[in-house]
């Protein structure tokens, strides 16, 4: 992911999308969100420092069911920069973004 978030900024993009997490029989849930909010935080800086959004997808993974699991899981960051939005690649998708909230 950091070097995706290299290539976006040298590419002149200003977003990366993410799927964070999968659930499965190996990894429950709880396993799915928790870990995947400790990699994510580690993200934030560089990607705050190059400019780039970590836009977060949903991809039918058994992993943030409904808006409500969504919104709550972006909220967990305490961040000014969380934002939701819509990609053309799935009905649901989040930004932790540099600046702005919106939810």
Not at 14 to 34: E, F, G, I, K
Not at 42 to 50: F, H
Not at 90 to 95: E, G, K, L, N, V
Request: charged share 25%.
């Amino acid at each position: 992911m950091r070097t995706s978030l290299h290539n976006a900024k040298l590419w002149g993009s200003d977003a990366v999308l993410l799927v964070p997490a999968v659930v499965n029989p190996q990894t429950s849930y709880r396993d799915a969100w928790t870990r995947s909010q400790q990699q994510i935080r580690k993200l934030i800086p560089l990607a705050d420092d190059l400019k780039i959004v970590i836009a977060i997808e949903e991809v039918w993974n058994k992993f943030l069911l409904s808006p409500l699991e969504m919104a709550s899981y972006i909220d967990e960051f305490h961040s000014r920069g969380s934002k939701r939005g819509s990609t053309s690649a799935t009905c649901c998708s989040t930004a932790i973004r540099r600046t702005g909230f919106e939810r």
